[in-house]
């Protein structure tokens, strides 16, 4: 209630039309669903960029063409270019780097990158801030929300728990075992773990354990050693292309793995309309199905983004 009353303070400040619309069926078939879905296929997904693709973006632009609108404009930390050669569109990192989220704007469609504004892709936070509050309005000092909008404790464990009553039952039976098929303990179930974890393990170990598989059909998590979280490269499904249409022959770009990370070169191939391949230069630590890659070119344009399939190591790629 607290956003829709000040959304309303802020269109009123603007003298522009305020209406509420309710996606919230439609949010929980097409986000939530998914959310809960990923889990049980043991995979770590990443529901803001979903949400965006989805909801903030084709649900509300379909809504918004209704009411005669020709763009929409969102306060995202980024920007849209367009290529007059090839006419795409695609994101760009904003300026401030702190807090660019074109990471999460890779599912975005060429319509509606064509009809969507980012103005503050120009912009640090603080200096929004600063604008806000000259002109008096009463977001300016806002607190920032870090936890996905559903999960208000940001306990996924407690969530599924509920969300899926007999959860707990289901997975009770599960087993945490080595690189060898070994059976170490009993698992809380396969659901809650991920990659890359390794809090919530128990001790006994002879060295600092990680989850480097989770298996949802044997109801299995293997964990194993730092070095074995490493992979040399991965494969992405359900591909979206942005600055080009498609990659003809292997290419050069600089890659994300997650939200809060660096971007490191590699080499992209792309397997369908639907897969990519991409080899890291330098092996990359906890790459997670389930989570978002995506590749920019030295520009930092947005050339796609896909969801995680699996990584790989090179002396398994043909095994």
Known sequence: ??????CRMVCGKLNIPFFIVDFSDTFKETVIENFKSEYLNGRTPNPCVLC????????????????????????HYAKIVNDPDTNRYSVQQGDYSKKDQS??????????????LLPLGSYTKPEVREIAAKYGFRT?????????????????HRFLKDAIPELEKQVKDGAIIDKDGKFIKKSD??????IGQRKGLG???????????????????????????????????????QKIDRIS???????????????????????D?????????KPRLSVSPGQSTVFYDENKQLIGGGIIQSGFKISHVNA
């Open 1 to 6: 209630l607290d956003s829709v009353y000040d």
């Open 52 to 75: 965006n693709t989805k909801i903030k973006w084709e649900t509300f632009l379909n809504k918004c063409r209704e009411f005669g609108a020709d763009y929409i404009a969102t306060g």
């Open 103 to 116: 990471y999460a704007l890779w599912g975005l469609s060429q319509d509606a990158l064509a009809h969507t």
């Open 140 to 156: 300016a000092h806002k607190a920032e929300s870090m936890e996905i909008c559903f999960v208000k404790d940001n306990n996924y």
């Open 189 to 194: 179930g396969y659901p809650f773990y991920t």
């Open 203 to 241: 001790g006994g170990y002879n060295e600092p354990m990680y989850v480097v598989n989770v298996d949802a059909k044997a109801n299995t998590v293997t964990v194993g050693s730092k070095s074995d979280l490493f992979s040399d490269g991965l494969v992405a499904e359900q591909v979206n292309f």
């Open 249 to 271: 022959k292997p290419m050069r770009a600089f890659v994300k793995i997650r939200y809060n990370d660096q971007l490191e070169s590699a080499t992209i191939e792309q397997i």
């Open 273 to 281: 309309d639907q897969h990519v391949k991409i080899n890291f230069d």
